[in-house]
């Protein structure tokens, strides 16, 4: 597997993790990219105490098309901040239209497969996707307070 960038696109790290053999392997490159973003989005896929707020399925958006690390999209790294606007209980003074017109901008304007995989996390399907478990997550982050525990 080729080398990460040093700033690496969440969707980049997850297929490097992906692609490792063993659990202390994926423990150990989650590690070395111990980032809020990355910790957010596993929260919420592995976390059954936090709901997604954006109803579930497929959500239509148009792709952006910008390469990876180019201007033209922004990347999850700057934009988990609003995450929160996502899960039940973040912000309930958004109405339900409003929340899901955020969503669908905010999937318009990340890098493909940042998009693609902020789909799989509302669903909670990271897993169908990424051989990444909440177990190598907890391994990973010891750090995290789960809801659900």
Do not use: C
Not at 24 to 41: C, F, T
Not at 58 to 87: C, D, I, M, Q, W
């Amino acid at each position: 597997m080729a080398k990460l960038p040093d700033n690496p696109l969440v969707s980049e790290l997850f297929k490097a993790v992906h692609g490792k053999k063993t659990v202390p392997l994926k423990v150990e490159l989650l590690k070395q990219h111990k980032r809020d973003d990355v910790k957010a989005l596993l929260i919420w896929n592995f976390d059954k105490g936090i709901g997604s707020a954006i109803p579930e399925g497929e959500v239509p958006y148009k792709v952006n098309e910008a390469p990876a690390n180019t201007p033209g999209h922004t990347r999850l790294l700057h934009e988990y901040r609003s995450l929160y606007n996502f899960v039940t209980g973040g912000n309930n003074k958004l109405s339900q239209m409003k929340r899901e017109t955020m969503f669908v901008q905010l999937l318009e304007s990340l890098h493909a497969d940042e998009a693609a995989l902020l789909l799989l996390v509302k669903d909670k399907e990271l897993q169908s996707k990424y051989r990444i478990t909440r177990s190598v997550v907890e391994q990973a982050y010891p750090e995290i307070n789960w809801r659900d525990s």
